[in-house]
């Protein structure tokens, strides 16, 4: 389950800062714009008390959590999408990544170079949603042109992806974020391939001074974004002076929404030598979430045994959920819940 984070932003604007922050690294975050050129990419631990509960059960040798893949992309800058700054290899990256963090400035620290010279987040945030939007429409008109041969492509297929490409580019002409743009499922389905940066799911983080709490330029921040989509956290998180604890919850409450934002649950194996927390896709199948720890898992599928997480709390071992008809044998279509306790059963 390789699914990515992107940390998006201004230049010099706390993304390699808080990168570090997540995944415990220490890349380079210095005072100057394009301090990151090429992407870093690092492991965010996912904090989940359920696992320290089974510990107490059943006192393992190990104990793995499970991480969410988060990459720190180079800054964007005005006329990014027409090549600005490296600026299409940049968007290029985002496109890779299944989620964004956008990073929002509202640090008034002088002597923290800003690239347009103000502190103006309202401002920043346009610069990069246009870079965003302008990136999408290239990709529609580009595809829109492309002359297919029917002898290689099925035309019902291509001719459908246009109307779908017409009505995306109709939209972002507009202004507006795919994400806001009505689209079945199916029609998502043929454009995916294009890796639109204006449908992946965002969250916004606000780089803020300590006393910044009820600051003007924050509340019109906060403000502008409450009607918009997305989910915004506020953590005060770069302050050396901020309490350890505090800063340990709020760096888990971020990576725990971008778990959620990558649509992501977790289900548990457990054992004697290890417990294991392991992520899947919510709403798949037993099949497709053996997968995870293995592809033999899914070959050789036979039955999963699964133990809801509170019935195992409750009976504390494989046996005695079972004794109380609280273990299920579960075919390969079971559509796996979040906090399972699963024991595949394979043979290859
Ligand atoms: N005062 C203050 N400085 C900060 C804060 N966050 C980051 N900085 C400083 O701002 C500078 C830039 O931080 P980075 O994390 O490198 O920024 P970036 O967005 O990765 O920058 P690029 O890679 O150049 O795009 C560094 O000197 C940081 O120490 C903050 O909240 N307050
Ligand atoms: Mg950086």
């Not at 291509?158 to 017409?166: D, G, H, N, T």
């Given at each position: 389950m390789s699914l990515k984070c992107g940390i998006i932003g201004l230049p010099n604007v706390g993304k390699s800062t808080i990168f570090n922050l997540l995944t415990n690294l220490s890349v380079p975050s210095l005072n100057f714009p394009f301090c990151t050129i090429n992407p870093n990419i690092g492991f965010a631990p996912v904090m989940d008390d359920?696992?320290?509960?089974?510990?107490?059960?059943?006192?393992?040798?190990?104990v793995i959590r499970t991480f969410v893949k988060i990459v720190d992309i180079a800054g964007l800058v005005k006329g990014a999408s027409q090549g600005e700054g490296l600026g299409n290899k940049?968007?290029?990256?985002?496109?890779?990544?299944?989620?964004?963090?956008?990073?929002?400035?509202?640090?008034?620290?002088?002597?923290?170079?800003?690239?347009?010279?103000?502190?103006?987040?309202?401002?920043?945030i346009e610069i990069i949603n246009t870079e965003l939007i302008f990136s999408d429409i290239e990709v529609c008109e580009k595809n829109l042109l492309l002359k297919k041969n029917?002898?290689?492509?099925?035309?019902?297929?291509?001719?459908?992806?246009?109307?779908?490409?017409?009505?995306?580019?109709?939209?972002l002409q507009k202004f507006s974020f795919l994400k806001t743009l009505k689209l079945s499922s199916i029609e998502l389905s043929y454009i995916k391939r294009f890796k639109f940066l204006t449908l992946k799911p965002t969250l916004f983080l606000i780089n803020a001074d300590l006393n910044q709490k009820n600051n003007i330029l924050l509340n019109k921040l906060k403000d502008f974004l409450k009607n918009d989509h997305t989910q915004m956290i506020f953590p005060h998180l770069f302050h050396k002076n901020?309490?350890?604890?505090k800063k340990n919850n709020d760096i888990s409450k971020i990576i725990r929404s971008i778990y959620q934002m990558l649509n992501l649950e977790t289900f548990f194996?457990?054992?004697?030598?290890?417990?294991?927390a392991w992520p899947f896709l919510k709403n798949s199948r037993a099949i497709q979430v053996a997968k995870v720890i293995h592809s033999d898992f899914s070959k050789g599928f036979i039955r999963a045994k699964v133990i809801s997480y509170l019935d195992f709390i409750k009976y504390k071992s494989e046996n005695h959920a079972k004794k109380f008809g609280k273990l299920r044998l579960e075919g390969k279509d079971y559509i796996v819940h979040d906090g399972d306790i699963i024991h595949f059963l394979f043979n290859v």
């Open positions: 359920r696992l320290l509960e089974l510990e107490k059960i059943v006192y393992p040798e190990k940049f968007l290029s990256q985002i496109s890779e990544v299944d989620s964004l963090i956008h990073v929002v400035r509202t640090f008034q620290k002088e002597n923290i170079l800003h690239v347009e010279n103000k502190i103006d987040p309202l401002h920043d029917y002898k290689n492509f099925n035309k019902d297929l291509v001719l459908q992806e246009k109307k779908i490409l017409k009505k995306c580019l109709l939209h901020q309490s350890k604890i194996t457990v054992g004697k030598k290890e417990i294991r």
